[in-house]
């Protein structure tokens, strides 16, 4: 059985860092990698960023520059270090590991939207 946990939010004001963890507990066959995705109340699910595990990375354009996503050589961890914090930023952030997909190439895995998810750790950003 697959489990994967967060860790690592909390409350912050503008400007400040946060790092969030993620592990997964199972195997899961074929996984093309892990990622981060966010809600905030009144706003549609956003992916933040992914990390293949060819080891290519991608963000969303809001997080580009304060952001970093990584994995240990394992692959069944993933951090999402967050710097300059926005009160923007403020969500509900949940890891997802890909559940198996057909095509490992950047853009094509995170499509499916095919994951196993956490159950979310909030991220608060005080102006």
């Known amino acids: 059985q697959v489990r994967v946990q967060e860790s690592g939010g909390g409350s912050v004001q503008a400007g400040g860092s946060l790092k969030l963890s993620c592990v997964v507990s199972g195997y899961i066959f074929g996984t093309c990698g892990m990622a981060w995705y966010r809600r905030s109340p009144g706003k549609e699910r956003e992916l933040v960023s992914s990390?293949?595990?060819?080891?290519?990375?991608t963000y969303a354009d809001s997080v580009k520059g304060r952001f970093t996503i990584s994995q240990d050589s394992g692959k069944n961890t993933a951090s999402l270090h967050m710097n300059n914090l926005k009160s923007e930023d403020t969500a509900v952030y949940y890891c997802?590991?890909?559940?198996?997909?057909?095509?490992?190439?950047?853009?094509?895995?995170?499509?499916?939207?095919?994951?196993?998810w956490g159950q979310g750790t909030q991220v608060t950003v005080s102006s």
């Open positions: 997802a590991a890909d559940a198996g997909s057909p095509d490992c190439s950047s853009g094509s895995w995170q499509a499916l939207i095919n994951y196993y």
């Open positions: 990390i293949g595990t060819d080891g290519t990375t």
